[in-house]
């Protein structure tokens, strides 16, 4: 099997994000190679704030078949968070990470078995990105991406 990526392709709940450039938010996102420098989303409120995005899975995902997400951001301050969870629709699947980095820095997550088990529509499968601000900071997310690998199903024998 061929590696199969799924990327942002729609915005669902922006909250109080902004894109660079001026654009859909989930074009910032969706790229094969992170770019910090020109294509971000970015918050800066005093509260905190939610965006969604939903990702481009319409394949069925092979039995045995691994699932890893990824993600690149950055926070001004570390006295600032940004959470990652991963959805279906409205159910949580996985929870990948309150994060502080003060420099660009690319999270990687491989989901549990019980996780990926739990999908039960890939066509549905959302990034939900909460800024949690310290005093007068920002935060930011250039990229995200969730991979589908080889793996093996040990509830398979073979004779």
């Known amino acids: 099997m061929a590696l199969q990526f799924a990327r942002p392709t729609e915005t669902i709940t922006q909250g109080i994000w902004n894109p660079y450039p001026d654009q859909p938010l989930w074009q910032c996102l969706d790229e094969e190679t992170p770019n910090d420098d020109t294509d971000y989303i970015e918050s800066h409120n ?4 939610t965006y969604v995005t939903k990702l481009s899975f319409a394949e069925t ?9 990824r993600w690149r951001m950055y926070v001004s301050w570390t006295s600032a968070a940004i959470n990652c969870l991963l959805y279906q629709g409205s159910t949580q699947i996985a929870h990948l990470g309150t994060k502080k980095p003060i420099v660009w820095t690319t999270y990687e997550v491989t989901l549990t078995e019980a996780q990926y088990s739990s999908i039960t529509d890939y066509s549905d499968l959302r990034l939900r990105f909460i800024f949690s601000p310290g005093f007068a900071t920002y935060g930011y997310v250039t990229w995200a991406e969730l991979q ?6 040990p509830k398979i024998f073979y004779f």
């Open 46 to 49: 005093n509260t905190s704030t």
């Open 148 to 153: 589908v690998t080889d793996g093996f199903n």
């Open 61 to 69: 995902i092979p039995l045995g078949s691994g699932l890893i997400v």
